[in-house]
């Protein structure tokens, strides 16, 4: 439903007129808040006429986010909203787990292990089975992973049927009934038979008749069928709702056309009945009658009762009519006051406490339902208004409160009341004139200095890695806390009363509409650090760090005072020592400057600094990130003025120091293209590396020679069209002697015209997501391991959230892999660092995550990252190793073969080529760097005979560089060989340019000569 839509409302309240006289709840659960069966949704609340409630074990939060920048906990906090806003279509309603959505997971016992294990996840279902109290569970997902897909998916399906059989028996999980959720049993367990299908997959059948599942047992709906109240099919409605998952960019297309679900009953559980009518409450009343089985034990005097109650909905809802509500709320006020009555006789309908707390507690929620309803029906509407939505500690609130009665009913009111925090109080402004409430009554409501700043309450203790800290009992599980603040006011209506709930919120008008915001507590004083984290490396010397924050006052103050001062560790030196702020009202704001000394030798490590301003007695020391959500329509981005829903998160207001301990090769220039989201050249800013990135004009225009290497951020050419269309560039760079570092890119990443050799991605792309998987150093030798830092796999310890993705499936044999790591149960994955030469340079494709690792401070991706950054270098230095041991070379100074080493190019030769042949004109020298090649020579009258070997570290034309000459031998492979390849014309303008050089190689040549006949 619309907020204020009148027409969406009358339908809606006749919806709940509908459902009124019904119990037959169900219990959908799935993993993360899209995954619904949301025609099932719709079905069961519009049709069937029950309440449904879908339960996801996550918020979503590492899903993607295609509409904003929220991401984590902000993003779960928006996919909330989302999901109120899907089940206010569908007419079900929304309940969550207090599980971390960390992203991909390949099992669904990984997923248990990281959520703390099964016991601890069958706990979490158990507590919303106690909480929801269904007659039906209808699990999404089986536990199977050919269905099921991801490893959440597969976590939840493996404990729902154990939660199932647990949550009736007293003796499972006793903390939660010490937490006032008391033992309930429900009735039927059914199994979606949906799988884990996306739009745009294979298997696109999702929807279609399915002759194979009409069995026994089995229940089938079509969600096709028509609903005269809201003018469409019940998928529609379903889809419309769905694509409230904006976030996820869902996008489905509303059609009138059958459209069928089927669910399977669990091994060992009833099922439905056969035929076509085939239902979830077969053999079971869904009414509220039937709580008179279980948990009212049978009892006849309750069954009679809540058969008048029954009966009782049943005229309210035949008695409707829009012009004319009044008539229906009568009859639900008659059964509202029934069901008190029968709520009071329980000690005698169900002696047993279990079913007794259990049974009080359904007809309590439903009482409070029947209240809603029937204020609703007699127009009646208790409005509580505050002048502004953001409170601050100390201060007071004007409110002003109102009972609507349009329709004239002849009402009493009794003595209103507020539900409120521990230490608010709130006094009307006018004690004596404060008793009608059918005129404004205004109200002064103090908010107490130490009131609790706002945060939803699944985030107001850090979580830990992979679960959040829930308060016991209420509101756990909920989407959101309570209001801060609600008004309850007792109303009379003939010989029935009904209590009227109004939350104190803000009403205000903004460009486009107006919003309704609930009240939160704030500080005066705003604080808002630039960063949260420094990276810096581990020095012998003092460092500086001039570090940023804005200070701001609530935009409702006329004016605040404060001071805020920066705490730093023992031996750091911050200046100034704090400062005093003065800020006037309308949110001004300021910028307040902090220079910190790192003291020389500072170990490394993780060193905090912490902000902390000081107004009204009190200190803060958070920042309050808020969340928003803009109106249907809103274009760009959503502030304050703009939005229409609002909450806020602390966070500590502190910014971290990382001091890493990894050495960076000086010298070097890099170019940098950014991908998607990610910091990896901010986390690089503090090691004084020259490094630019490259604009889409640079791409396609600049000389990438200026560069001794380029970094392509992940996902880069997905995003970026101009990398993609100058992607030849890149290469030809590589070619002439650059390095290219590509970190991880999708699926559309693999062809020629983006790697020198062929390769290919399997699919689904491997993979590796345990952030702790062990990871081997295939080449423990290579220069990648020890130049500038010697890697070790201590390296790789302390990764956050996984290894890596888009690992390299299948590679040309001209890549070399350099590490292999793997998920448990899985063959070791080669694919996530290949590097190869391609002519004079090298390319690099690393898979590994280094665009989480970096900004997380990682010390060891630190360490490895710089390799990577030095590989210029160090390939230099290889090469030039190599050209030591050639006598041509062996007088040079080390300077002399580094530039020797930048004119060789690599080149591999398939077994029984030739590299070349006798007669030929040839001016390049070869390298052996492995694999052995054959000196042929034919003579006259005689066949070809091999006159020599070379092999690895042998030389092969060295006079050929001198200037062109005809070859008197061939070369021919024998195996596949790897060389280094001198070309003649670039090593002539070499000596051309250092006479020193030209000097000694003459000088061994004559030596050479002299001692050794000609060369091929």
């Known amino acids: 439903m619309i907020a204020h839509d009148a027409h969406n409302r009358q339908i809606d309240l006749i919806y709940r007129l509908r459902g009124l006289g019904m119990a037959g709840t169900i219990l959908h659960i799935g993993a993360h808040p899209d995954d619904e069966d949301v025609g ?100 999404r997902w089986t536990g199977r992973a050919e269905s099921d897909g991801h490893g ?26 010490d937490q006032g959720s008391v033992p309930w049993r429900p009735e039927k367990l059914f199994f979606s038979t949906g799988g884990d299908w996306q739009p745009g997959e294979e298997g696109g059948d999702v929807g279609a008749h399915r002759p194979d599942l009409e069995a026994a047992g089995f229940v089938r709906i079509d969600s096709g069928e028509f609903d005269p109240i809201a003018s469409r099919t019940f998928q529609e409605q379903a889809w419309i709702g769905f694509n409230n998952h904006r976030t996820q960019a869902m996008g489905f297309v509303p059609e009138k056309t059958p459209f069928f679900y089927y669910y399977a009953p669990a091994e060992g559980t009833a099922g439905a009945d056969p035929g076509d009518g085939a239902g979830f409450h077969d053999g079971s009343d869904p009414t509220l009658a039937g709580l008179a089985d279980y948990p009212g034990d049978g009892s006849a005097a309750l069954r009679a009762g809540l058969e008048e109650v029954v009966a009782l909905a049943g005229t309210a809802f035949t008695r409707y009519r829009p012009d004319h509500p009044d008539e229906s709320g009568t009859a639900v006020l008659e059964a509202a006051s029934l069901l008190r009555r029968l709520h009071t006789g329980l000690a005698d309908a169900a002696p047993d406490d279990d079913r007794r707390h259990a049974l009080a507690a359904y007809l309590r929620r439903k009482a409070d339902e ?61 004690p004596a004139g404060h008793g009608d409430l059918e ?14 700043l706002a945060c939803p309450y699944w985030l107001k203790t850090p979580r830990e890695q992979y679960r959040y800290h829930w308060p016991d009992g209420e509101p756990a599980g909920r989407p959101f806390d309570e209001p801060l603040v609600e008004a309850r006011c007792r109303v009379s209506v003939g010989s029935h009363e009904l209590t009227l709930r109004a939350p104190v919120i803000a009403r205000e008008g903004y460009a486009g509409g107006f919003r309704e915001l609930p009240i939160a507590v704030v500080p005066p004083i705003s604080l808002h650090p630039e960063r949260s984290r420094e990276i810096l490396p581990v020095s012998g010397s003092e460092q500086r760090l001039e570090l940023r924050a804005v200070v701001s006052a609530d935009p409702e103050l006329a004016g605040v005072e404060g001071v805020v001062r920066l705490e730093a560790p023992p031996g750091w030196k911050v200046e100034p020592s704090d400062v005093a ?8 704001a300021r910028t307040v400057v902090f220079t910190v000394t790192v003291p020389a030798g500072a170990p490394a490590g993780a060193h905090r600094l912490r902000y902390v301003v000081r107004c009204d007695s009190r200190d803060y020391d958070v920042v309050l990130h808020p969340v928003r959500m803009g109106g249907p329509g809103h274009q760009g981005p959503v502030d304050g003025s703009s939005c229409v829903r609002e909450q806020f998160v602390t966070s500590p207001a502190v910014d971290d120091v990382h001091l890493i301990e990894a050495t960076f090769v000086p010298g070097l220039r890099y170019g940098y293209v950014r991908g998607a989201a990610e910091s990896v050249v901010a986390a690089l800013g503090g090691f004084g590396l020259d490094l630019e990135v490259l604009s889409d004009d640079d791409i396609a225009y600049r000389d990438l020679e200026e560069f001794d290497a380029i970094v392509i951020g992940p996902n880069a050419y997905l995003m970026n069209a101009a990398l993609r269309n100058n992607a030849a560039r890149f290469l030809d760079h590589v070619e002439q002697g650059g390095t290219l570092i ?9 062809n020629a015209e983006h790697a020198p050799y062929p390769w290919r991605f399997r699919q689904p792309h491997d993979r590796v997501t345990r952030e702790d998987a062990p990871v081997t150093i295939l080449e423990p030798d290579h220069f990648l391991f020890h130049q500038p830092n010697e890697i070790t796999g201590t390296d790789f310890d302390g990764w956050v959230h996984d290894r890596g993705m888009y690992f390299m499936g299948e590679w040309d044999r001209r890549y070399l892999p350099l590490l292999a790591c793997h998920d448990p149960g899985e063959d070791p994955r080669a694919g996530g660092l290949l590097l190869t030469a391609h002519g004079r340079g090298t390319f690099v494709y690393v898979a590994y995550s280094f665009f989480r690792q970096l900004p997380a401070g990682v010390p060891g991706a630190f360490r490895l990252f710089a390799n990577l950054l030095a590989v210029p270098a160090a ?120 006479p020193d050089m030209s000097d000694r190689v003459i000088r061994l040549l004559v030596e050479k000569l002299a001692a050794a006949g000609e060369e091929p």
């Open 40 to 139: 099932l949704m719709t079905y069961a609340a519009r049709k069937l006429g029950v309440r449904i409630v879908y339960w996801s074990a996550t918020r979503g939060e590492g899903g993607q986010n295609r509409l904003g920048p929220h991401t984590q906990e902000r993003l779960g906090i928006y996919r909330s909203w989302e999901s109120l806003d899907v089940r206010r279509v569908d007419g079900g309603e929304a309940r969550f787990g207090p599980f971390y959505d960390f992203g991909y997971s390949k099992t669904g016992e990984e997923t248990l292990a990281k959520w703390g294990g099964r016991h601890d996840v069958t706990r979490e279902v158990v507590r919303a089975i106690r909480s929801v109290q269904p007659q039906i569970v209808v699990g």
């Open 152 to 177: 959440h998916h597969q976590a939840v399906g493996l404990v729902t049927a154990d939660a199932f059989a647990a949550a009736g028996d007293p003796s499972k999980f006793p903390e939660l009934r």
């Open 370 to 430: 029947f209240d809603e309803v029937a204020g609703r029906c007699l127009g009646l509407e208790l409005e509580c208004l505050a002048d502004t939505a953001q409170v601050t500690p100390g201060r007071q609130v004007r409110v002003r409160v109102r009972l609507w009665n349009p329709q004239g009913e002849p009402v009493t009111t009794g003595p209103l009341s507020f539900r409120r925090p521990d230490g608010w109080h709130v006094h009307p402004v006018d």
């Open 439 to 452: 005129e404004a009554v205004e109200y002064e409501m103090a908010v107490p200095l130490d009131a609790e």
């Open 581 to 588: 702020l003065v800020l006037g009202p309308d949110g001004d």
């Open 742 to 750: 590509v970190q991880y890119q999708g699926y559309d990443y693999g």
């Open 875 to 994: 390939t230099l230095l290889a090469r030039a190793s190599v050209l030591r041991d050639v006598s041509l070379f062996s007088a040079m100074d080390e300077l002399q073969l580094q530039q020797i080493a930048r004119i060789l190019s690599e080149r591999w030769v398939t077994d029984g080529d030739h590299l070349c042949r006798q007669g030929d004109d040839g001016d390049e020298m070869y390298i052996v760097v492995s694999g052995e090649v054959e000196i042929v020579k034919a003579m006259a009258g005689r066949p070809e005979q091999v006159i020599s070997r070379a092999t690895a570290g042998d030389a092969i034309g060295e006079l050929q560089v001198l200037g062109s000459m005809t070859r008197t031998a061939s070369m021919r492979a024998r195996g596949d060989v790897h060389l280094l390849v001198m070309e003649g014309p670039h090593f002539r303008n070499l000596m051309h340019h250092d």
